[in-house]
């Protein structure tokens, strides 16, 4: 079965510092993955989208790569701040069909 | 423009009860799907709507079920309700087929406990 795992549950990092997130899927051959921000008590929000066909994409501090060979994406924020802190969630998709999600990783980012 | 707005926010039912949620989409937006999100399992697909029809489907039981309005609002209902139905129900709306690939705008949720 389509399974998605992104690296831990919780990240800790020092201000400053780039945090890395990692995606891993098996069974699967998505035609994109997209990442979402979840801060406590609200939904998610989208952040950035890569496609099967491109290999980084970069969003001020932030940048995604996508590796179908290895099935994975990476999802790196450069110089974090404190309110970066929140759960980062991995979703992918074939086109005009369901997202499937990861269960996410919380990242802290201490001062 | 008002994103997307779930009702209620927070509800208590006991087991055996059923339960309606509300969701409004963005204005424009025909795609609305909605997820359960739990701790252990995170956020798990429930259902797609699109147009009043129900596109997608996710491993759910048939106590869970779902409807889409002319005007996209759309609402789910949980029947007979079990413990394990406690959660974070969000719905998440968007405009499948303009980029092909689906970008959505989550509300806040209905957080359901059930006792």
């Known amino acids: 079965s389509q399974k998605i795992e992104q690296n831990s549950e919780a990240l800790n990092i020092q201000e400053g510092k780039t945090a890395t997130l990692t995606c891993n899927y098996t069974?699967?051959?998505?035609?994109?993955l997209q990442w979402y921000r979840q801060d406590p008590g609200r939904g998610p929000v989208f952040l950035l989208l890569?496609?099967?066909?491109?290999k980084e994409k970069r969003k001020e501090r932030l940048k995604v790569t996508f590796d179908t060979t290895l099935k994975q994406s990476l999802f790196h924020i450069t110089a974090s701040q404190p309110a970066d802190s929140a759960t980062y969630l991995c979703?992918?998709?074939?086109?005009?069909?369901?997202?499937?999600f990861g269960t996410g990783t919380r990242l802290q980012v201490f001062p | 423009k008002a994103g997307v707005t779930q009702t209620p926010r927070y509800l208590i039912k006991t087991r055996g009860q059923q339960v309606t949620l509300s969701c409004s989409p963005i204005?424009?937006?025909?795609?609305v799907s909605w997820y359960q999100q739990t701790p252990g399992q995170g956020l798990q697909f429930l259902f797609e709507?699109?147009?009043?029809?129900?596109?997608n489907k996710g491993n759910f039981p048939g106590r869970f079920s779902g409807r889409q309005f002319s005007n996209s609002r759309s609402e789910m209902n949980v029947s007979t309700l079990e413990l394990g139905d406690s959660a974070l129900y969000l719905c998440?709306?968007?405009?499948?087929?303009?980029?092909?690939?689906?970008?959505?705008?989550f509300g806040a949720g209905s957080r359901l406990t059930v006792l």
């Open positions: 890569i496609r099967e066909n491109e």
């Open positions: 709507y699109f147009s009043e029809t129900q596109r």
């Open positions: 979703a992918l998709g074939p086109n005009t069909d369901k997202l499937i």
């Open positions: 204005s424009g937006h025909r795609s």
């Open positions: 998440a709306s968007s405009l499948p087929g303009t980029t092909g690939a689906n970008v959505l705008t």
């Open positions: 069974n699967y051959s998505p035609a994109y």
